[in-house]
C-alpha cells in the first residue's frame, strides 16, 4: 500500500486560498499515486481559531479523496494556540474523513496487511514513555505518527518559535517503530536512528522567513522495512526566494543580473546591502522595487540591515579602488556560480535567482553561501565595506 506523509501546513485564514492551495495539491498527488492513507504530522492548522473558520473547507476536500484513501491527522502544538482551554478539543470539530486518535498514550490502527500505524496524540512531555504498555506487533511493519522534536535531528533553518514536546529516541525501540512520519521540524529530511528511520517532510508550505529550498511531502510504501520514501514537491507552494541587492557608492541599487520573473507563489525576500552618503534615495528606489515585484508574487519582503551610511564614501580612493577589484572577482567567478535556488511557478523553470543554495535550510544542509560562490562574494563586499567603513570612521 502506498501512503503520504506530511506536516505543518499551517492552513490559516490569513492566507486561505494560498494555503488551501498547498492542501488541494496534497489531496491530487495522494489520488495520482493511488495512496490508500495520508498521514498528517500536525500543525495542519495555523491556530485553534484557524481550525474552527477552515474546517468546512478542509473537510470538503478531503471528499475529492478516493473512497478507500484514509487519513489519519495528529494535531500539534499550532492546533492549540488561541483554543479556549489552552488544549485543542478536536472531538467536538467535524473534519470529515478526518480521523484524529486522542486515546492516550497512544492508538493502534491496522494499516493494511503487511502494516500498523501507532498514533501518539500530541503532548509537551513525551518523558513517560517507559510507563506505557508497549503492544506487540502485529504486522511486519510498524509507523508511529507523532509531532515533536527528536534530539540530534540536525536543522539550519530558521529557529522554531513555538516549543514541542521532545521524542527520547528510544521511545522508537521502546515501541518497536520501523518508521517514524514526524512534523514540527519546516525542513525536511531522512535520518536512521538504530533500527527507526526518522522522517520530517518539512513544512508544506512557506510560512516564514528563512524557509528555502523545496517544499514537499512523502511518498511511501508499505511493502518494504523500512519503506522507500521519495520526496515529492508542492509547486503550489512556491519558494522562499533571498535576493541580494547590492548598492553602489552612487546610491543606485543593483539588482542580480541574470534576475527573471518570479513564480506567483514565490516569497522574494530582498536584502538590501551597501555604503552610501544617502540612504533615503536607496530606500524610495528599493520600495518602488517592491511594488513591482508584488504583481508578480505572492509576498515581498525587504531587509536593510546591510545598509550603513558614511559621507564622503563615494569619492574616497579606498572604497573605489575596493569595489574596482571586488567587482573583477565578480567577472571572474560569480558570473557562473550560484544557480541553486532559482525558482518559479512554485520554484521551477524562472530566471529568479536567489543568494543561497535550493536546499540550504534543509536538515543537514549547507547554510547560506557555503555552497554558493555568488553569495560567499556578496557577503565579502558587504563586510569588506562596513570593514571599511570602521577604518575611516577611526581616523576622523
Known amino acids: 500500500m502506498r501512503f503520504l506523509h506530511a506536516a505543518d501546513l499551517h492552513l490559516a485564514t490569513a492566507e486561505r486560498a494560498y494555503s488551501l492551495g498547498a492542501l488541494e495539491e496534497i489531496i491530487r498527488i495522494a489520488a495520482r499515486e493511488k495512496c490508500g492513507a495520508i498521514l498528517l504530522a500536525g500543525d495542519v492548522f495555523d491556530s485553534y481559531r484557524d481550525m ?29 494556540l488561541r483554543s479556549p482551554s489552552g488544549r485543542a478539543p478536536l472531538s467536538g470539530l467535524d473534519l470529515g474523513r478526518a480521523r484524529i ?12 496487511p503487511e502494516a500498523e500505524l501507532l498514533c501518539l496524540p500530541f503532548r509537551r512531555d513525551y518523558s513517560d514513555y517507559r510507563n506505557w504498555p508497549a503492544p506487540p506487533k502485529k504486522r511486519p ?19 522554531e518559535e513555538s516549543p514541542a514536546g521532545t521524542i527520547d529516541p528510544d521511545l522508537f525501540g521502546y515501541l518497536s517503530i520501523d518508521l517514524a512520519a514526524l512534523g514540527h521540524i519546516h525542513a525536511g529530511s531522512i535520518t536512521r536512528i538504530g533500527d527507526t528511520t526518522v522522517a520530517y517532510p518539512g513544512s508544506a508550505r512557506v510560512w516564514r522567513e528563512g524557509e528555502t529550498g523545496p517544499r514537499q511531502v512523502f511518498l511511501g510504501a508499505t511493502d518494504t522495512i523500512p519503506p522507500r520514501l521519495v520526496p515529492v514537491r508542492l509547486e503550489s507552494a512556491g519558494a522562499f526566494v533571498p535576493l541580494s541587492l547590492s548598492v553602489g557608492l552612487d546610491g543606485e541599487v543593483r539588482l542580480p543580473q541574470d534576475f527573471g520573473t518570479p513564480g506567483k507563489m514565490d516569497w522574494l525576500h530582498l536584502e538590501v546591502s551597501g555604503v552610501v552618503e544617502d540612504e533615503r534615495p536607496v530606500l524610495e528606489e528599493a520600495r518602488k522595487i517592491v ?17 550603513e551610511v558614511l559621507a564622503g564614501i563615494s569619492t574616497h580612493p579606498l572604497a573605489r579602488e575596493f569595489l574596482k577589484r571586488w567587482e573583477a572577482l565578480l567577472a571572474q567567478g560569480g558570473g557562473a556560480a550560484g544557480d541553486g535556488g532559482a525558482a518559479g511557478d ?20 549547507a547554510g547560506p553561501g557555503e555552497n554558493d560562490p555568488l553569495a560567499a562574494l556578496l557577503l ?5 565595506l562596513s570593514a571599511l567603513k570602521a577604518v575611516l570612521e577611526g581616523r576622523r
Open 346 to 365: 512554485g520554484g521551477a523553470g524562472s530566471g529568479v535567482r536567489a543568494t543561497t543554495e535550493g536546499g540550504g535550510a534543509a536538515a543537514g544542509g
Open 141 to 159: 511493519l510498524r509507523i508511529l505518527l507523532a509531532h515533536g522534536l527528536v534530539p540530534g535531528i540536525v536543522y539550519t533553518g530558521p529557529e
Open 101 to 112: 486518535p486522542e486515546e492516550t498514550p497512544f492508538q493502534l490502527f491496522s494499516l493494511s
Open 52 to 80: 474552527e473558520a477552515l474546517r468546512g473547507e478542509f473537510r470538503d476536500r478531503l471528499e475529492s479523496l478516493p473512497p478507500d484513501c484514509a487519513v489519519f491527522f495528529i494535531p500539534g502544538n499550532h492546533e492549540e
Open 291 to 307: 511594488t513591482s515585484l508584488e504583481k508578480n508574487c505572492r509576498r515581498v519582503t525587504t531587509d536593510t540591515a546591510g545598509l
Open 380 to 384: 565579502a563586499r558587504r563586510k569588506g
